[in-house]
């Protein structure tokens, strides 16, 4: 958290290391030098000399035209850290400072990425993982989906459908088992609200998936939305008298 202040506040401070500094040749400036180094070091995976280059390039050279540039590569070194709240903080620092700038594109891809990657481990593997928080995934759809309105001519165009078809793959998983549920229980007014939510919200393309809405559509058939909530409320006054029969019973 303290990291995250310290980003929102400056994006300035920075612990500079000259160990195993690689050869960088034919620089503009000391600014091009050292941005060029740090990109050497994010190639590598030494993450920690990158971050240090990116940030000095960020505290010493921020009127430089590498500074927007390290500020993305800052970004992107801790999404590979898999610090991803810094990483969002940086990226959205760097959407509201140069909006326009050609960087922008995969500043916008990562930070959906960067909430992506949060998604619950165990998301598949829980006995009722519809229950868990996966507000990161939306949050991570509705930035793909911008993303890919925005800049539908971006190199990274494939590799932003790819990852929304992950994430939204993830959002469907969680309704349809809630449908599931709501289904083995002959809640219908539940599988008709999950459904419609399906329907009105993605593309459903995989195999499985399409045969499992048609397994519950046939354990509820399709009717208008005002007949499904006349039967549940119906079932839920029997319920309600039943138990306060039960109770009465009891006294």
Known sequence: MKKIFFLLAA?????????????????????????????????????????NRFMKVISDFSYSKYEPFATVALGKTYYKKE???????????????????ESAPEALLFKAHSYLAQKPSDFFL????????????????????????????????????????????????KDLRIAEFYAKRKKCAGVFLRLQHIEGNFKVTADKNLK?????NKKCPPKPKEEYFKIENKEEKTETSDEGTENKNDE
Do not use: W
């Open 11 to 51: 994006l300035s401070a920075v612990l500079f290391s000259c160990s195993k500094t690689p050869v960088i040749k034919s620089t503009e400036s000391d600014a091009d030098k050292i941005y060029q180094e740090g990109v050497f070091y994010l190639e590598k995976g030494d993450l920690t000399n990158a971050e």
């Open 83 to 101: 610090e991803y709240m810094s990483a969002i903080t940086v990226f959205e620092t760097f959407l509201k400072r140069h909006p326009n700038h």
């Open 126 to 173: 829980l006995p009722n993982p519809a229950e868990r928080d996966i507000s990161v995934v939306e949050t991570a759809v509705m930035l793909y989906r911008e993303y890919l309105e925005k800049y539908p001519e971006d190199k990274n165009i494939e590799e932003g459908k790819k990852k929304l078809e992950e994430a939204e793959g993830i959002l469907i998983e």
């Open 212 to 216: 499992r809405i048609e397994e519950l």
